[in-house]
């Protein structure tokens, strides 16, 4: 077993989840996958209540999805205030041609 740390996906943890949905020209979905990636290791991994952050490119190269587990709405909340998050946001938003940002709770987990 690896000591690499791992993501937790539980139902009735009350973590926030952030799941944002990017699209994209295919020719620019490895340059948005760099981006949001630069984001999280620069500003997001520093900043308080940040758990767990995943990069998913889809097999099309039309869509980037950022999963991210929060501890609260309050960090969240805060994070996006930050500066360095906000210039971070900007230069990906700049590369994707939309952004769908939701936020959730886990209601239920399977697995076989």
């Known amino acids: 077993m690896s000591d690499e740390k791992q993501a937790t996906i539980a139902p009735g943890d ?8 990017f699209t994209c020209a295919d020719a620019r979905q490895g340059e948005l996958v760099a981006a949001i990636e630069k984001s999280i290791a620069d500003t997001l991994a520093l900043v308080d209540g940040l758990i767990s952050a995943s990069v998913h490119a889809s097999l099309d190269r039309t869509r980037v999805i950022s999963y991210m587990q929060w501890r609260s709405v309050q960090d969240f909340d805060q994070a996006e205030l930050h500066p360095k998050v906000r210039d971070h946001l900007a230069a990906i938003l700049s590369i994707a041609e939309s952004a769908d940002p939701r936020l959730y709770h886990v209601t239920s987990v399977t697995c076989s």
């Open 14 to 21: 009350q973590i926030l989840t952030l799941i944002n949905t």
